[in-house]
């Protein structure tokens, strides 16, 4: 008895709803919402101004005042973490859209074409996987000199090789099928096929894989951030303001702990909205659940 | 008392109702056929026999086995039965084996889990259920993991898996479905020794009535839920008192109305002359000479206008590989493919695009030829591409609705999603996408045998319809004669990349020359002939 593989109407017109119910999706999705929010309200208005160092209120705990308390300048952590985020996710976005961008059409291009042209940008692909993507990214920063752009270049490059994967292993797996060999027998060239049969059909699986390497950017950036490489002061940054605590962990903890703490939300929620949206995008997943 | 007996069993899923009152018995050492089409519930009742159901599914009414209540009993009851006194054969031997475990633990896993047997008796167990099944150890050692086995053979592994503990009732859900007709013969032939052998009770769930009829002493014809008729196989099927077990037959043998063929013009449409492909496999060794396997080997053929044509032959032959290299999907190695009077090998997309603007494919698979994302409208008018200079969009949608309209569907379907349709619906989509270039040759890969007989039999009518209609020519590739010789006036057979034999359908099928030709007509289930031969044993 053949079965029905193809998905049902109810299921297609239902996965909104779907999503709503996955509990993992929805987590992730609140929590970064929650930090994306605060990373454009901190445009237009943080509780203090960044800037502003008063040492007079240097290394304040707690307080209905200073939210999360206030750093050896006196500047405001609340507002920080606020501004901080608008650093971290404006690289991580950016890396990920480097990645994109690139990995995606090589990887088409690779499983469109096959042979010759595959097996070499595979192998290059490995050649830049095969490098540690943070020491290399260090390298990098330290050749073109620290700031966030030259971070967003070194995190993005690691990621070409990430999506050329994903996007091959998803084509390829598309290419022998037979509506898009119809869509050949039809004199659709390889350029069109990708782009109309194949880009829409691997979209879920590059969707998913950028939500991680998004948190993975994130980390990145901090990891830079913290040895100096990323943003320059007095542009608060997540990674910096980690650096900056270490020393004084003893005396005033909260310096570490709220940043810190910062990266672990924007990370698991970002983790957390990947793995909802591979179980409500993917139908074999969500058939064996 | 007998060995299964199912009274009154219905079986909800949600709120939809499945099965409405079957009633089933079988005796040991019984063969019993369940016949239906796709949607009968033939493969639920088998899996409520197991127990086996979906988790929202709930059944009532008695289903007894050997005197236990199925229905009632608990899950430990069930896991000593399943596997132990009840094997199951399913329809793909592809997914019905764990690709990670050799097949000599996947068969001794059974035999140690019911038996309590040491390692050592399983696998010497194993060693004799696996050689019974003709996978002897010499040439198939217990460490063969799945993948290094065919298609026949791997089934012979589920079915030695079934059979290891020679179990009372064997249920066997489409067991050669997948397979070619000969490795079907093979198959039916080895169940049914098995079956002997032991006194099994078997309960063969089918779609073709022809194997039924070969394999089941009794037969049970099932349509949406519910048993339509049951009896003895030969009578049931030759009188076919019951009008949807006529239905079901006549569906089996149907032949569409054909004029017969003009005699064949000078000029070939399509002259195919030495073509031979050769995959490159692995190397033995990195510095190794590189290895070759020769897919088609020195092919030639032409193919008049308007000619119906079938191309023969078992699962691997080359058949599809040719008809690609046709199609220019693929490029042959040597030889060359004339079609219309052009010569297709060695050109770019752009010089072929006249040539592919009069030459369409439909393939097996009516779910897997659709882009699930897109809406009829863009998946028909798919080969308009080729058209120079593009129609308008009004024009394009004239086109599509005409082409609908060709295959028996309706204009206003344009608007709708692939899934929105049933398999003959897509079936006769797919025929829309082939003939709205109107093009002179269709390449049919395997058209028909993913659909049910009933459907089966008006896709062939639509496609006797449209070659009489717009004069298309048919390349049929196929391996059930019953198609071939429904819709084809020659025949090739193909065996191994060659051509074997060649000639008028009926003749070759009635007088076959060639082994490869005679294996192809002894294997094919012929519902006729099966019930004749049956009545005469009787």
């Known amino acids: 008895m ?28 609140v929590i970064t919402a929650l930090i994306a929010a605060m990373a454009l309200i901190s445009f237009v208005w943080t509780p203090y101004d960044v800037t502003d160092l008063v040492v007079a209120n240097r290394m304040k705990t707690m307080s209905s005042e200073h939210l999360f308390g206030t750093d050896h300048f006196g500047r405001d952590i609340f507002s920080m973490i606020m501004v901080g985020a608008r650093n971290s996710i404006a690289v991580a976005i950016v890396a990920v859209g480097v990645g994109m961008g690139i990995g995606v059409p090589l990887g088409c291009w690779a499983a469109a074409r096959g042979g010759f042209i595959d097996e070499t940008l595979m192998r290059f692909n490995d050649l830049i996987f095969a490098f540690p993507a943070l020491l290399s990214a260090v390298m990098i920063t330290a050749i073109f000199g620290p700031g966030a752009i030259n971070a967003i270049i070194a995190i993005g490059i690691f990621n070409v090789p990430v999506f050329a994967r994903v996007a091959r292993a998803g084509a390829l797996a598309l290419w022998p099928r037979e509506y898009v060999l119809a869509a050949r027998a039809a004199g659709k060239g390889k350029a069109l096929i990708t782009l109309e049969h194949i880009l829409p059909n691997i979209a879920s699986m590059l969707l998913v894989q950028g939500t991680i390497q998004f948190a993975l950017g994130i980390l990145a950036e901090a990891g830079l951030s913290y040895l100096g490489l990323g943003a320059q002061p007095p542009m608060p940054s997540w990674g910096r303001m980690l650096f900056d605590a270490q020393t004084r962990m003893m005396v005033a903890p909260h310096l570490a702990i709220f940043p810190g703490l910062a990266i672990v939300i924007t990370v698991l929620g970002l983790n957390l909205l990947g793995d909802g949206l591979r179980d409500v995008l993917d139908p074999r997943l969500r058939r064996e659940r | 008392m007998s060995l299964l007996e199912i009274e009154n069993l219905e079986l909800a899923i949600g709120d939809t109702p499945i099965l409405r009152d079957i009633d089933l018995t079988l005796e040991t050492g019984e063969v019993m056929g369940l016949v239906g089409e796709s949607g009968s519930g033939k493969s639920m009742t088998a899996l409520t026999v197991m127990r086996l159901l979906p988790h929202a599914a709930r059944a009532s009414g008695r289903v007894i086995f050997d005197g236990i209540d199925i229905l009632a009993a608990p899950e430990d009851a069930m896991n000593s039965l399943r596997g132990d006194d009840i094997g199951m054969v399913f329809q793909e031997p592809m997914t019905a084996l764990n690709p990670v475990k050799t097949i000599g633990e996947q068969v001794a896993e059974g035999i140690r889990w019911h038996t309590g047997a040491n390692r050592a008796d399983a696998e010497a167990r194993a060693r004799a259920i696996l050689d019974r099944v003709g996978l002897p150890e010499k040439q198939f ?34 067991p050669t479905t997948a397979l070619d007709v000969v490795l079907q013969a093979q198959i039916l032939e080895l169940l049914r020794d098995l079956v002997r052998e032991d006194r099994m009770g078997l309960l063969l769930i089918s779609h073709d009535l022809a194997v039924v009829t070969d394999m089941a002493d009794r037969v049970t014809i099932m349509r949406h839920g519910e048993v339509m008729e049951a009896g003895e196989t030969a009578r049931t099927l030759s009188e076919q008192k019951h009008p949807y077990t006529r239905q079901l037959a006549a569906a089996s043998v149907h032949v569409p109305e054909r004029r017969v063929q003009a005699e064949t013009e000078a000029e070939p449409l399509l002259q195919v002359t030495d073509v031979v492909k050769d995959y490159s496999i692995r190397r033995a060794s990195l510095f190794g000479p590189p290895r070759h396997f020769r897919a088609v080997d020195g092919v030639s053929f032409s193919l008049a206008k308007g000619q ?122 797919s025929i829309a996408r082939a003939v709205i270039t109107r093009p002179r040759l269709i390449v049919a890969d395997e058209p028909v045998s993913a659909l049910d007989v009933s459907i089966r039999a008006q896709i062939l009518d639509l496609f006797a319809d449209l070659n009489q209609r717009l004069g298309v020519a048919y390349l049929f590739i196929t391996h059930d004669l019953t198609v071939a010789r429904a819709i084809t006036d020659h025949v090739l057979v193909m065996h191994e990349g060659r051509i074997v034999e060649e000639g008028e359908t009926d003749q070759v099928f009635d007088h076959p020359q060639s082994n490869a030709a005679r294996a192809l007509v002894d294997a094919a289930p012929d519902l006729e002939r099966a019930i004749s031969r049956r009545l005469a044993n009787a």
């Open chain 1, 2 to 29: 053949s079965v029905e593989t193809a998905p049902s109407e109810k299921e297609q017109e239902h996965w909104l709803r779907l999503a709503l119910n996955n509990r993992s999706f929805l987590t992730g999705l």
């Open chain 2, 141 to 174: 050692p217990l460490t063969r993991y799945p993948h290094e086995l065919s298609g026949g053979q791997r089934q012979r592994v589920v079915i030695a898996i079934a059979c290891a503990l020679k179990p009372k009732l064997l249920i066997a859900d489409e």
């Open chain 2, 308 to 429: 119906s044509k079938a191309l023969v032959g078992r699962s691997g032959c080359g058949k599809s590989t040719l008809a690609r290299m046709i199609l220019a999907l693929d490029r042959p190695t040597e030889g060359s493919i004339l079609f219309d009077g052009t010569e297709l090998t060695g050109k770019t997309e752009t010089e072929l695009k006249p040539s592919r603007r009069n030459m369409q494919v439909v393939f097996q698979d009516p779910y897997g030829s659709f882009n699930p994302r897109h809406k009829v409208e863009r998946l028909v008018a798919e080969p308009l591409h080729l058209i120079d200079p593009q129609p308008t969009s009004a024009e394009r949608r004239e086109r599509v609705a005409q082409a609908l309209v060709d295959v028996g569907m309706s204009p206003a379907d344009m608007d709708k999603y692939p899934h929105e349709f049933s398999g003959g619906q897509r079936q006769r989509l």
